[in-house]
């Protein structure tokens, strides 16, 4: 069976199965990978970006290795790599999990259980709740949904029409070392600066790829065009700015504005000026345009790996 089918089969099996079961409670492979990643950090932290790059390529170098050697062992049966791919492609995206807990935060907030809200923002993002009212927690869940959608199925799917299932674990591994070590604490600020590069690098062509099929899946085209044309390139992020954007125009609302990380205070641009304020009833239109996004991006993903094995086997027959 030649790749791009294997990768289409697949990955679309692997997204059957987080539609239908989620992430799992227990074993998860990310949070294995997680445990292991804390482990080497115990061993070569120290305030220094050199060995951050060193934890950054352990860890990435291993995972993608393990990957790329149970790819190679399969490879001589299409039912064992479709099934290879389906299962790495289901540990990897959490497009499910994230609507649920996106749900849930709407459900309490609709129901006027603020402080239920409050508990359950950190699953979903690094947020301060207890400096947000309703509307706040509102906006937040909205941006985290839509940075996670890039984050949480279309950069994998990306990379993973690239480079198979190595290329699916590459991601997943380089996205959680930034969420563990990425980020600009006292500790982390030269230790996690590789972690946060190579994410930005991974990051960008999913990034990209989500604000088009935002712009595309959602009820104002035009006005998402608009919003990230205008104002992504005014959020910090470079690859949360154009998701985030695209969003808010697609919704109709503004995200951004002030915000609290870690008790420090952050007052970030406004994105889709022209939109509304975010309401509790955008959470669900948020979840229902990432979910249109995500089956977007498979059938995407699956045309653009269909296109490189063709080009592949053109480049072969003429060397």
Not at 102 to 109: D, H, M, Q
Not at 154 to 174: D, E, K, M, S, Y
Not at 175 to 182: C, E, F, K, S
Not at 203 to 232: C, E, F, H, K, M
Request: hydrophobic share 45%; glycine share 12%.
């Amino acid at each position: 069976m030649r790749a791009d089918r294997v990768f289409a089969y697949g990955a679309a099996a692997g997204l059957l199965g987080d539609l239908l079961l989620g992430d799992p409670r227990r074993g998860h492979p990310v949070a294995a990978f997680g445990r292991a990643a804390a482990t080497v950090e115990r061993t070569l932290w120290r305030d220094h970006r050199g060995w951050g790059a060193l934890h950054t390529a352990l860890c990435v170098g291993g995972a993608t290795g393990l990957a790329a050697l149970a790819s190679r062992t399969v490879r001589t049966s299409p039912a064992a790599s479709v099934a290879l791919t389906a299962a790495a492609t289901w540990a990897v995206v959490g497009g499910t999990s994230l609507g649920r807990e996106a749900r849930a935060i709407g459900g309490a907030l609709a129901a006027g259980d603020i402080d239920t809200a409050r508990e359950r923002l950190p699953h979903l993002c690094g947020r301060d709740p207890q400096a947000l009212d309703a509307d706040g927690i509102a906006r937040a869940v909205v941006e985290s949904v839509a940075e996670n959608t890039s984050d949480a199925v279309v950069g994998a799917l990306v990379w993973g029409a690239v480079a198979g299932v190595p290329g699916l674990v590459a991601f997943r591994a380089v996205n959680t070392l930034d969420a563990m070590v990425g980020h600009r604490s006292r500790r982390y600020r030269r230790y996690g600066w590789a972690s946060a590069r190579l994410d930005d690098v991974a990051g960008w062509p999913g990034a990209r790829l989500t604000a088009v099929l935002a712009a595309a899946a959602g009820s104002d085209p035009r006005g998402a065009v608009r919003a990230w044309r205008a104002d992504a390139r005014k959020h910090p992020s470079p690859n949360a700015g154009p998701v985030e954007a695209s969003f808010a125009g697609a919704l109709g609302v503004r995200l951004g504005g002030t915000l609290s990380y870690g008790g420090r205070v952050e007052h970030r641009p406004v994105l889709n000026d022209a939109g509304r304020a975010v309401h509790i009833h955008d959470i669900e239109r948020a979840v229902r345009l990432s979910r249109r996004v995500g089956r977007l991006a498979l059938g995407v993903s699956a045309a653009g790996r269909v296109l490189l094995t063709v080009l592949l086997t053109r480049k072969g027959r003429t060397a």
